[in-house]
């Protein structure tokens, strides 16, 4: 807590507004009483210089390219830890002992089963339904299944419906893939560990047993780790504000499953692959970097740009490690869309419109690349994302409820709309 102010002086008015200062990143001005003191508002539509809480789980710094969990740096944890390790630390705020560990994995894998009678759910959607509207509308829906975990003021309730959202996302992922190529679901198995359970549970059929490729699990796992948490993103506050009208957990992260969906936030995976199956081949590159800089097109480099990186994103760092590891390892040939990610990142990062900008590649760009090579469908890319943010999503929901000032969030407007003026009857129109 920094003891300095901020002076705001406007028309008669001059407000000292008090100040704080973060453990890391810049310091904050607390305009919570401003209306109160100087009837005005501020404004800053996308949030672009607001804190919306404070917070103790993850730190971005945008400039230097580095993204900390309670501490811990992104690569250093990609490298040593596992994802299920790193759902303890977002959770509970250090590294577990290997006992706690065991009970946490435990606990995880005994929840991984979802209710027999939710695979209706799945039923009445159609074969061709985009798996994110499958997984969307099957989350929501376990609020109607899982009533003795929705009470959000029962710190037990709260833990058991956090183990059961992180336990359950892979299956619900899993089974709508399934859903959508017509083969039957595959129960979880409480002898795999957490990726490789994934992996069965989608490429397993009834006709041949499946064996999980050591690497591929490892790169999968990997995949979860780097996509965990990543601060108040779009679909984090919006599971946040979903949050604090009391919802139920389970609808609060249906609702952030709906928002990462978007091609600019997590549905950027997927259209990242499209675009450079798109582009096709090196010579058409340059094609697709001028229409990027267009004002006048839409288009934009999927995979490109980040509201807080102004650097390398660190998690593209791993994965474009990653992407040339898994494409060796799977004997994936001169794979012709990793050679059009590394030249277009190449050209675009020599090009002034993207330094000026500073757009970088971010988590978006090779992770798709890593996905398909995988043998998933570019569909699966968000669910897959929506499975790993889970733990991320659940761990600021949790520490938001447990937060004593918590209070609904009601942002206020810039009206620009017409003032008051009296109903004109239709005679007279
Ligand atoms: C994720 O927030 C998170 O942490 C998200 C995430 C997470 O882990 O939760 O990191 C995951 O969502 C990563 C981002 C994935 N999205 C994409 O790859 C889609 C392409 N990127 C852009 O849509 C964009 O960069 C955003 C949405 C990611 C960021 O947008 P901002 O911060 O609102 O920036 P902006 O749109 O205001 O762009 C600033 C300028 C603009 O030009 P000017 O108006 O200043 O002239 O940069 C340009 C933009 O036109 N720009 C791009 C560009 N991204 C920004 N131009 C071309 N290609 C791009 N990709």
């Given at each position: 807590m920094a003891d300095k102010t901020a002076?705001?002086?406007f028309d008669d008015k001059e407000i000292e507004l008090p100040m704080m200062s973060p453990t890391a990143g810049p310091d904050v001005i607390d305009i919570s009483k401003l209306y109160a003191q100087g009837n005005v508002f501020t404004y800053d539509p996308g949030f672009t210089s607001t804190a919306a809480c404070d917070s103790t789980i993850t730190y971005i710094d945008g400039g230097k390219g580095e993204l900390l969990h309670r501490g811990y740096p992104i690569d250093q944890l990609a490298k040593d830890s596992h994802y299920l390790e790193v759902c303890y630390l977002l959770l509970y705020g250090e590294l577990p002992s290997a006992a706690q560990l065991e009970d946490f994995e435990s606990r995880v894998t005994n929840h991984t089963m979802i209710h027999e009678q939710m695979m209706f759910l799945f039923r009445?959607?159609?074969?061709d339904a985009h798996p994110m509207a499958i997984m969307n509308?099957?989350?929501?829906?376990?609020?109607?299944?899982?009533?003795?975990?929705?009470?959000i003021s029962d710190?037990?309730?709260?833990?058991?419906?956090?183990i059961r959202m992180i336990a359950k996302m892979p299956t619900i992922a899993a089974m709508a893939y399934k859903f959508t190529i017509g083969q039957p679901f595959v129960y979880p198995r409480n002898d795999l560990d957490y990726a490789s359970n994934f992996l069965r549970m989608c490429f397993s059929v009834p006709c041949e047993d499946y064996q999980v490729n050591p690497i591929l699990s490892r790169a999968m796992d990997r995949i979860f780790t780097l996509h965990a948490d990543h601060e108040q993103n779009a679909s984090t506050s919006t599971v946040r504000l979903a949050s604090s009208s009391g919802a139920n957990p389970f609808a609060c992260i249906a609702a952030g499953i709906a928002c990462l969906w978007g091609p600019a936030h997590g549905g950027a995976n997927q259209a990242c692959l499209e675009m450079l199956r798109e582009i096709g081949t090196v010579d058409r590159i340059p094609e697709f970097i001028a229409r990027a800089k267009d004002k006048n097109d839409p288009f934009r480099l999927m995979g490109f740009g980040h509201r807080v990186y102004k650097n390398?994103?660190?998690?593209?760092?791993?994965l474009k490690q990653s992407a040339d590891e898994?494409?060796?390892l799977l004997g994936v040939e001169d794979n012709?869309?990793?050679?059009v990610a590394k030249e277009l990142e190449k050209q675009a990062l020599a090009d002034p419109y993207f330094a000026e900008k500073k757009l970088f590649p971010n988590v978006d760009f090779y992770s798709g690349i890593i996905l398909e090579a995988m043998g998933f469908p570019t569909s699966m890319f968000t669910p897959i994302f929506a499975l790993s943010r889970t733990v991320g999503w659940i761990s600021q929901w949790k520490e938001m409820i447990a937060d004593p000032k918590?209070?609904?969030?009601?942002?206020?407007?810039?009206?620009?709309?017409?003032?008051l003026r009296n109903y004109v009857d239709i005679e007279k129109r």
């Open positions: 002076k705001l002086i009445g959607f159609r074969r509308g099957v989350v929501g829906a376990m609020s109607a299944f899982y009533h003795d975990s929705t009470d710190p037990w309730q709260r833990e058991v419906a956090s390398f994103d660190p998690r593209a760092k791993v898994v494409l060796d012709a869309v990793l050679q918590m209070k609904i969030g009601r942002p206020r407007q810039l009206y620009q709309g017409e003032t």
